[in-house]
C-alpha cells in the first residue's frame, strides 16, 4: 500500500433499494465515500458557492456529521483519532465540505460536553443525524482571534436573556439551523444555542471569497432575539475558560486534519501530473527538481499525520497536553499546506493556474487554513509561550 493509496474502500448496499449507502467508519470508508461523492465534483461546488443539499443528505447517510457522539445520541461513539482521519480524507476531497463538518462538530461536541441533560436531549439526536446543522458564531466584523473583542451582548430579561449584536465570517450560515453563539455577559462570555428561526436572527451570506467558496458563509444579525434560560450553555461566567477553549480546540484538531488533507490531495495530483507531463522528450516525474518538491511532500504529509493523530490519541486519553499537541500540528499541518499547495502549483505551470485541475483551488483553500480557528501568528504566540513555560522550573 502506497501513500498515495492508503486504503481499500468498504461500501453496503441499502437493502430493498437500488440506492447504494456508504457508511463512513474508518479511514477506508471515507476515502470510499469521498472518492465517490466528492472529489469528481469539488470545483464545481467552489464555481456554485455552495455544496449541494444531496450531497448533505448523502454525509448525513453516511453518519459523518457527529460521528463522536454516543450511539445513543445520534452517533457511532468514534474515536478522535478515527475522527481526524475521516476529516482529513474529507479535506482531500473538498475543504469547504470539510469545514461544514468542522463547524458542525463543534456545535454537536459542546452540546454534548456542556449542555443539561434537557439540552442533550433536545439536540444531540437531531445534530447526530444531521437533521438539524449546527454553526459556529464567534468572529464579528471587528473582533476575529481577539476574543476580547467581542461587542454581541446577551442581557438577562425575564428569566431569559436578549441578544444583540452579528457574528461574520460564519462557516455554513446560510444552511444552518442551529447557531452557538458566543456573547457577552454581565460576568464575562456565554455560549448561547439559537434556532435559526427565531425571531430577530438575520442571515446575509457572503460570497466570493478567496477560499473554501463553497462553505455557504454568512454574516449573521442578532436584534433583539429573545430566549428562554435553556438556551445558555454551561453555567454563567464559565464560558470563556472552559467551554470557549475546548469548542476551539475541536475546530482547531478539525482544521488540522483537513490541511492535511489538503497536502494529500497536492501530493497526489502532483506525482499523478509529473508522471504523464513529458518536458523535452522525459517525463516531469524524472526531472531532480520536481523530485525533490514531491518528495517533501511525502515527508511534510507523514510528519503532519503523525502530529495530528498524537493530538487526537491526548484527546482519547483525555489529557491537557492535547491543547498544545493541537496548536502545534494545526501550525504545522495549515504552513505545509500552503507550502505544497503553491508547489503543486508550479508543477502544473500555467495548467496550475487554470479551473481544469484542482490545485488551484487547493491552493487558495490552504491558505485559508492559516487565517481560521487561530491565526498562525497567535499559534506561534501560544507555541512560544508554552517553550518558555517549559523552560522555566
Known amino acids: 500500500m502506497t501513500l498515495t493509496d492508503p486504503a481499500p474502500p468498504t461500501r453496503t448496499a441499502d437493502r430493498g433499494t437500488d440506492r447504494v449507502t456508504d457508511q463512513v467508519t474508518d479511514r477506508g470508508s471515507a476515502r470510499a465515500f469521498v472518492d465517490t461523492h466528492v472529489v469528481p465534483y469539488a470545483d464545481a461546488y467552489d464555481r456554485a458557492g455552495r455544496v449541494p443539499e444531496d450531497l448533505l443528505v448523502r454525509v448525513a447517510e453516511a453518519g459523518l456529521w457527529a460521528p463522536f457522539l454516543p450511539p445513543g445520541s445520534g452517533g457511532a461513539g468514534m474515536d478522535m483519532v478515527t475522527l481526524g482521519e475521516v476529516h482529513e480524507e474529507v479535506g482531500r476531497g473538498c475543504s469547504s465540505l470539510r469545514s461544514l463538518l468542522t463547524v458542525h462538530t463543534m456545535v454537536s461536541w459542546t452540546v454534548q460536553r456542556w449542555g443539561t441533560p434537557a439540552q442533550r436531549e433536545r439536540w444531540t439526536p437531531v445534530l ?15 473582533a476575529g482571534s481577539d476574543t476580547s473583542g467581542i461587542t454581541t451582548t446577551a442581557v438577562e430579561s425575564g428569566g431569559g436573556w436578549v441578544l444583540n449584536g452579528v457574528k461574520t465570517w460564519t462557516t455554513g450560515g446560510q444552511r444552518a439551523d442551529l447557531f452557538l453563539v458566543f456573547a457577552r455577559t454581565a460576568a464575562s462570555i456565554g455560549a448561547f444555542l439559537v434556532p435559526r428561526d427565531a425571531p430577530g436572527v438575520r442571515v446575509r451570506p457572503i460570497d466570493d471569497m478567496l477560499g473554501t467558496r463553497a462553505s455557504m458563509l454568512a454574516q449573521i444579525s442578532f436584534d433583539d432575539v429573545v430566549l428562554g434560560p435553556d438556551a445558555l450553555l454551561g453555567p454563567s461566567g464559565f464560558t470563556a475558560g472552559m467551554v470557549l477553549t475546548g469548542t476551539l480546540d475541536l475546530g482547531r484538531y478539525s482544521v488540522a486534519a483537513g490541511s492535511l488533507g489538503i497536502l494529500q490531495a497536492c501530493l497526489e495530483a502532483s506525482s499523478a501530473y509529473a508522471a504523464h507531463r513529458r518536458v523535452g522528450g522525459s517525463a516531469l516525474r524524472e526531472l531532480p527538481l520536481i523530485q525533490a ?16 493523530a498524537e493530538a487526537g490519541r491526548l484527546k482519547d486519553a483525555g489529557e491537557s497536553a492535547t491543547l498544545m499537541a493541537t496548536w502545534v500540528a494545526k501550525y504545522f499541518a495549515s504552513t505545509a499546506a500552503v507550502r505544497h499547495a503553491a508547489e503543486a502549483v508550479q508543477i502544473h505551470g500555467a495548467n496550475g493556474c487554470s479551473p481544469d485541475y484542482p490545485v488551484a483551488r487547493l491552493y487558495r483553500d490552504a491558505k485559508v487554513m492559516e487565517i481560521i480557528e487561530g491565526s498562525n501568528e497567535i499559534q506561534r504566540i501560544t507555541i512560544a509561550g508554552q517553550a518558555e513555560r517549559e523552560r522555566t522550573p
Open 293 to 308: 518538491k514531491l518528495s517533501d511532500m511525502v515527508t511534510d504529509a507523514r510528519a503532519a499525520r503523525l502530529l495530528v
Open 128 to 142: 447526530g443525524s444531521g437533521q438539524v446543522l449546527g454553526a459556529f458564531c464567534l468572529s464579528e466584523p471587528g
